[in-house]
């Protein structure tokens, strides 16, 4: 799995941090996404698949 983040499009809600708080942060100043693992174990990707519909700006991108 490969995850991809476009930090232009993020909104800071913080919603793939609640959904998949090992792989997402947000940065204290705005808000915007962290990614903390781009290539998570494949026991995570329910989580991160969560994450990037959660997501109200679509700013999450999951490959397999």
Known sequence: MKITIDE???VGAGQCVLAAAEVFDQRDEDGIVVLL???PPQELLAQVQDAATRCPALAIEVEK
């Open 37 to 39: 693992d781009p290539t």
């Open 8 to 10: 232009d499009r993020c």
